[in-house]
């Protein structure tokens, strides 16, 4: 005996992520923009940091592009054997932006070690004005995902990017300006370093949000105690047991759980009243895609353990 929000597959809005898709493509189209900007950049003024910042838009631009083919592939249909679909996709293209994060900021730092024994000769005036353009074309994709990335792994993966992108802009700039200033060249190394490090907490906590939901963690903001309460609160409920949530993609909350009833409430009410006052109370106070209720009486749990766990 069950019910449901939904019955597998993606909602008809689409996930979690389908509304900014528009605002990603926007991004990539910024980003690749600025990759080309930014390599010109290095090859004229030899800049170890403008290179990094670059190295860090290439990973934005290929992770955007992966995020973008994520929403494509999570609001395809459920099929016979994908019952959800494709929606964790979008987990995925997270967990690979994590990835790129990490192995670009690993590379960054391996030839900032190198460069620091022998500084290259940076020209400060030309790699300001590359970092300000830099800087204010990563603010507005900033400003586009912002609102996203609240809502979304597959979107915030995106956002890191993105800001990783603002942060090493932001570092170019003010290496730029202190080499002009004191002339210390390797200002510009030290600038790469705090590229590479400055991004990796917020990569490595977004990474751990995804591995949770590939390894079906109860989503953060749903309180297994509250939703067991609320379960037996409704009338006619005596226990449950086998209570699970988890996450498909983001937006996507899952629930089933074996619900113990009273035999006269099924004997004199049915199941109807009972599953309806159950996807109710979940409804109106948590906040779950799709609930899958089995509703029994007292002792066939006992009998379920050999045949079905």
Same mark, same amino acid.
């Not at 605002?23 to 189209?29: E, F, G, P, S, V």
């Not at 019952?83 to 192995?103: D, K, P, Q, S, Y």
């Not at 586009?144 to 603002?166: H, W």
């Given at each position: 005996?069950?019910?449901?929000?939904?019955?597998?597959?993606?909602?008809?809005?689409?996930?979690? $992520?389908?509304?900014? &898709? +528009?605002?990603? *493509?926007?991004? /990539?189209?910024?980003?690749?923009?600025? %990759?080309? =900007?930014? !390599?010109?950049?290095?090859?004229?003024?030899?800049?170890?940091?403008?290179?990094?910042?670059?190295?860090?838009?290439?990973?934005?631009?290929?992770?955007?592009?992966?995020?973008?083919?994520?929403?494509?592939?999570?609001?395809?249909?459920?099929?016979?054997?994908?019952?959800?679909?494709?929606?964790?996709?979008?987990?995925?293209?997270?967990?690979?932006?994590?990835?790129?994060?990490?192995?670009?900021?690993?590379?960054?730092?391996?030839?900032?070690?190198?460069?620091?024994?022998?500084?290259?000769?940076?020209?400060?005036?030309?790699?300001?004005?590359?970092?300000?353009?830099?800087?204010?074309?990563?603010?507005?994709?900033?400003?586009?995902?912002?609102?996203?990335?609240?809502? $979304?792994?597959?979107? &915030? +993966?995106?956002? *890191?990017?993105? /800001?990783?992108?603002?942060?090493?802009? %932001?570092? =170019?700039? !003010?290496?730029?300006?202190?080499?002009?200033?004191?002339?210390?060249?390797?200002?510009?190394?030290?600038?790469?370093?705090?590229?590479?490090?400055?991004?990796?907490?917020?990569?490595?906590?977004?990474?751990?949000?995804?591995?949770?939901?590939?390894?079906?963690?109860?989503?953060?903001?749903?309180?297994?105690?509250?939703?067991?309460?609320?379960?037996?609160?409704?009338?006619?409920?005596?226990?449950?047991?086998?209570?699970?949530?988890?996450?498909?993609?983001?937006?996507?909350?899952?629930?089933?759980?074996?619900?113990?009833?009273?035999?006269?409430?099924?004997?004199?009410?049915?199941?109807?009243?009972?599953?309806?006052?159950?996807?109710?109370?979940?409804?109106?106070?948590?906040?779950?895609?799709?609930?899958?209720?089995? *509703?029994?009486?007292?002792?066939?749990?006992?009998?379920?353990?050999? =045949?079905?766990?």
């Amino acid at each position: 005996m069950g019910a449901g929000h939904q019955h597998g597959g993606p909602p008809p809005e689409g996930t979690a $992520s389908t509304a900014y &898709r +528009g605002r990603l *493509l926007t991004a /990539l189209l910024i980003a690749v923009t600025l %990759l080309g =900007v930014q !390599v010109v950049g290095a090859w004229l003024t030899g800049s170890l940091a403008l290179l990094a910042d670059a190295g860090h838009v290439a990973t934005d631009a290929t992770g955007i592009a992966v995020a973008l083919a994520a929403i494509h592939f999570a609001n395809r249909p459920a099929s016979g054997r994908r019952t959800f679909g494709f929606a964790r996709v979008e987990i995925l293209a997270a967990l690979f932006n994590c990835l790129l994060l990490l192995g670009v900021g690993g590379y960054i730092l391996v030839e900032a070690v190198e460069r620091f024994q022998d500084p290259a000769d940076v020209p400060g005036g030309t790699t300001v004005v590359i970092g300000l353009v830099g800087l204010a074309l990563n603010c507005v994709s900033l400003s586009l995902l912002m609102r996203g990335q609240k809502e $979304s792994l597959n979107v &915030r +993966g995106a956002f *890191l990017e993105v /800001l990783a992108d603002t942060l090493g802009s %932001l570092a =170019v700039v !003010v290496a730029a300006v202190v080499i002009i200033v004191t002339g210390w060249t390797r200002a510009d190394v030290i600038a790469s370093l705090v590229i590479a490090l400055m991004i990796v907490p917020r990569t490595v906590k977004l990474a751990r949000e995804a591995l949770d939901v590939l390894l079906e963690a109860a989503p953060k903001d749903v309180d297994l105690d509250e939703v067991r309460r609320h379960i037996l609160a409704v009338d006619g409920v005596e226990a449950l047991h086998d209570l699970h949530v988890w996450t498909i993609t983001s937006g996507m909350p899952v629930l089933s759980v074996h619900v113990v009833v009273d035999e006269v409430v099924l004997d004199t009410e049915g199941n109807e009243r009972v599953l309806h006052d159950l996807r109710d109370c979940l409804g109106t106070h948590f906040d779950v895609e799709h609930c899958t209720f089995q *509703l029994e009486p007292h002792g066939h749990a006992e009998h379920e353990a050999r =045949v079905c766990h």
